[in-house]
């Protein structure tokens, strides 16, 4: 027989009768360290010191709202008969690629307010998004969610996880373990991290950092989305997370393509220029 123990709980403390849940602790501890990584980045390439703080303010409310969005939208056969849990987000229901569609509008007409390149921006914060990816997932780990099809005890010793991941790969409302899809997802965004960061030092195009994060998580995404049980549907069995992903993979690698053919002056990564607000501090 085997010894299952119990699984971790998902939330870390209570102050009163708030919870404080892991969940929100690492999404948290993600949204931090991508802010300094990327604030270090930003700073060298010669955005204003303030650049990013000042979009994360918009930035972070503008994602967490349109990832209930894109989720809601999902799955509007249920809300459209339960209006008021819409909002009821402390229950669940928040899907990565609303987030980033959001975190991607709000860049763009943030950067352009400031007289920055989008792409440059863009390029920057890729690796940083990638963070907060990376940390994210294991708040899926914490709340036992986001997980694949069932699979052996043996199937995840010979991953060689250590223990405390296997026992929390155990679904007690399913009676077996699972694919640990939110640790497949996770460490294929390390190697992309790794990649990004590497990409920098080889002076691509502008643009082409953050294009190569797109297809990059994209492609992962689309088959790693393949096994969860929780994807939300388009129609029928067309899964929209690998939908979304083949779109990303498709727009990557045309504006590589077309931004190669086409665009002149060629900008690169590591180009410097100035912003608008700083020619303005120069002429006075």
């Not at 939330?11 to 929100?24: D, E, K, M, N, T």
């Not at 010191?49 to 056969?77: C, G, H, Q, T």
């Not at 393509?257 to 410097?272: E, G, M, N, S």
Request: proline share 3%.
């Amino acid at each position: 027989m085997e010894n299952i123990l119990l699984a971790i709980d998902p939330v870390a403390f209570s102050l009163g009768p708030i919870q404080v849940r892991w969940y929100g602790i690492l999404i948290a501890t993600g949204i931090v360290l991508a802010y300094f990584v990327g604030q270090r980045e930003a700073v060298k390439r010669g955005l204003p010191e303030n650049f990013l703080a000042d979009m994360l303010i918009w930035a972070i409310p503008i994602s967490i709202l349109s990832a209930r969005a894109y989720y809601v939208i999902m799955k509007w056969d249920y809300y459209s008969a339960n209006l008021g849990k819409i909002i009821q987000i402390w229950n669940g229901g928040i899907a990565i690629h609303g987030a980033l569609i959001g975190a991607v509008i709000t860049a763009y007409f943030f950067s352009r307010s400031r007289g920055v390149s989008f792409l440059k921006v863009a390029d920057i914060a890729a690796p940083s998004i990638l963070i907060g990816q990376i940390i994210g997932r294991w708040g899926n780990f914490m709340n036992q969610e986001a997980f694949g099809g069932p699979v052996t005890r043996e199937f995840l010793e010979n991953l060689m996880l250590p223990n405390w991941i296997i026992e929390q790969m155990y679904i007690e409302e399913l009676g077996t373990y699972v694919h640990p899809t939110f640790l497949y997802e996770s460490l294929w965004n390390v190697i992309g991290l790794i990649i990004l960061i590497s990409l920098r030092k080889v002076n691509l195009h502008r643009g082409e950092i953050f294009f190569t994060y797109m297809i990059w998580y994209s492609i992962g995404r689309f088959f790693i989305e393949g096994m969860r049980t929780d994807s939300l549907y388009l129609i029928g069995e067309l899964r929209s997370a690998q939908v979304v992903s083949i779109l990303s993979i498709i727009i990557g690698l045309g504006a590589v393509i077309y931004r190669r053919w086409k665009v002149r002056p060629i900008v690169r990564y590591l180009d410097q220029e100035q912003t608008k607000k700083n020619k303005v501090k120069k002429q006075k």
